[in-house]
């Protein structure tokens, strides 16, 4: 099988890529959904001024999940953000897969994408530090000390992306000179 042009792996790739990126959106909007209803309910669910119309049983621990109403719209705010950034990505790579289907692959516009990519990265890293720091206010029981534990990983693949984006200016660059030369 090829790797480049229609019918390689680069299209089987962006075709996989196409499916993730309509689930990621299916996600984000049930996630979207579930948080505002929260944050609609966190009124009248989670005390203060309208305690009466609480669900019986709500009010002294006896109903675990009003009580923690608050963390669970957060988590669902972190959730919709991560799926974000994910919809970024996969937005991104698709369109160098396209390239790559193409047989072009050494556009400038993909530099462009690819660091849009390292960013997106960058920004699921610390949405992932966050969301660990956060698990250690709200349930330090749960937090299992690693708050601040480094994903080697997870750098590691940023840093290839970074390079990966300078390797395609280099090749759009050289592609620029060669058209240039008679």
Do not use: C
């Not at 669902?76 to 994910?86: D, F, S």
């Amino acid at each position: 099988m090829r790797t480049l042009g229609p019918g390689s792996i680069a299209a089987l790739l962006k075709t996989a890529l196409d499916v993730a990126y309509a689930v990621l959106w299916a996600g984000l909007a049930a996630a979207a959904v579930l948080t505002a209803a929260g944050l609609l309910a966190a009124p009248f669910l989670a005390g203060g001024a309208h305690t009466a119309l609480r669900p019986p049983g709500a009010g002294q621990g006896l109903s675990p999940i009003f009580d923690r109403l608050p963390a669970l719209i957060a988590l669902g705010v972190a959730v919709a953000v991560y799926l974000g950034v994910l919809l970024v990505i996969f937005y991104r790579l698709r369109q160098v897969f396209a390239t790559l289907i193409i047989g072009d692959p050494f556009q400038p516009e993909n530099v462009g994408r690819l660091r849009t990519v390292g960013l997106a990265l960058i920004a699921l890293e610390a949405v992932g530090y966050v969301v660990r720091l956060a698990v250690t206010f709200v349930a330090p029981a749960r937090a299992d000390g690693h708050v601040f534990g480094v994903n080697l990983s997870g750098w590691f693949a940023i840093l290839v992306v970074f390079v990966l984006a300078e390797v395609f200016r280099e090749g759009a660059r050289l592609r620029r000179d060669a058209e240039l030369t008679i």
